[in-house]
C-alpha cells in the first residue's frame, strides 16, 4: 500500500470507529428500579400540582425530584448523606440563579462563577455521574425565569420540597434495596490532580457565562438551553 493509500485509509477508518462507537449500546450497570424510582420522583410533583390546578407549583417540584438521580448504590447511611447534600446544592443553585436573574450581566457572570465552584467541589469529592450537570442545569434554568423578589422564596421552597419528596421515597427504596438487593462493592473514583480540576473548573465557568450571556444578549425566548448544552458537550473534559 502506498503511503498516499494510508493516508486515505486512517481516516475512513477513524470515522468508522467513531460511527460504530456512536451507535453502540453499552449495559448499564443501574437496576431498572432507578429509571423508575426517578419517574415517581419527578412525577408525582406534577401530578399533585395538577390536581390542585397549579401546574406551575408542581413543575418546579419536578426539578426537585432530579435529585434522585445522584442516589448511589451504598450503605443507607452513604445513601441518604449524599442525597441530602446534593438536595442542599439544589436548593442553593436555584437561589442563586434566581436570585441574580435581575441584571443579564450580573446573572451571567455569576452563573459562571457558580459553574466553577461547583465543577471544583464535584470533582474534588469525586461525585459520579450526573456531576456537576443539574446544578448548574438548574442555576441556569431560575436564572433566566422572570425576576420576582417576592416570590423567589416560594418557588425555591417549591424546589425543596419536591427535593424532600425524593429523599422519603429513596429511604423506602433503599429500606427494600438493603434487604433484597445485595450491595455491589464500592469502587473508589481516582480523583483529578488538583490543576486538572482547577484548569477544568475555569473553562467550564467561562464557557457557561457567555453562553448564557450570549442568549440574554439575542433575547432568545429559552436561553437557558445555551449554556446546558454547552455543558453538555463539556461533560467529556
Not at 412525577?43 to 442516589?71: A, E, H, M, N, Q
Not at 448511589?72 to 448523606?81: F, V
Amino acid at each position: 500500500m502506498s503511503i498516499s493509500d494510508r493516508k486515505s485509509y486512517r481516516p475512513i477508518q477513524v470515522v468508522r470507529k467513531e460511527i460504530g462507537l456512536l451507535f453502540k449500546l453499552k449495559e448499564t450497570e443501574r437496576l431498572w428500579h432507578i429509571p423508575a424510582l426517578a419517574s415517581l420522583c419527578t412525577g408525582l410533583p406534577l401530578l399533585i400540582g395538577y390536581y390542585f390546578g397549579r401546574l406551575d407549583f408542581g413543575s418546579l417540584s419536578c426539578i426537585g425530584g432530579l435529585v434522585i438521580l445522584y442516589l448511589p448504590s451504598t450503605k443507607i447511611e452513604h445513601r441518604m448523606l449524599t442525597l441530602a447534600l446534593c438536595s442542599f446544592g439544589f436548593i442553593i443553585s436555584f437561589a442563586i440563579g434566581a436570585g441574580f436573574s435581575f441584571n443579564p450581566v450580573l446573572s451571567a457572570i455569576t452563573l459562571g462563577m457558580f459553574a466553577f465552584g461547583v465543577s471544583w467541589l464535584t470533582n474534588y469529592f469525586n461525585l459520579p455521574p450526573p456531576g456537576n450537570f443539574f446544578f448548574i442545569f438548574i442555576a441556569s434554568l431560575a436564572s433566566c425565569m422572570r425576576f420576582d423578589l417576592y416570590t423567589i422564596p416560594a418557588r425555591t421552597g417549591l424546589v425543596a420540597m419536591g427535593s424532600m419528596l425524593a429523599c422519603i421515597l429513596a429511604f423506602c427504596y433503599s429500606l427494600y434495596a438493603s434487604v433484597r438487593i445485595p450491595l455491589k462493592p464500592h469502587v473508589a473514583r481516582t480523583p483529578k490532580k488538583k490543576y486538572s480540576n482547577f484548569s477544568e473548573s475555569v473553562i467550564t465557568g467561562v464557557f457557561i457565562s457567555l453562553s448564557l450571556a450570549v442568549g440574554l444578549f439575542f433575547k432568545f425566548e429559552y436561553p437557558y438551553w445555551i449554556p446546558v448544552s454547552c455543558l453538555a458537550i463539556m461533560q467529556g473534559l
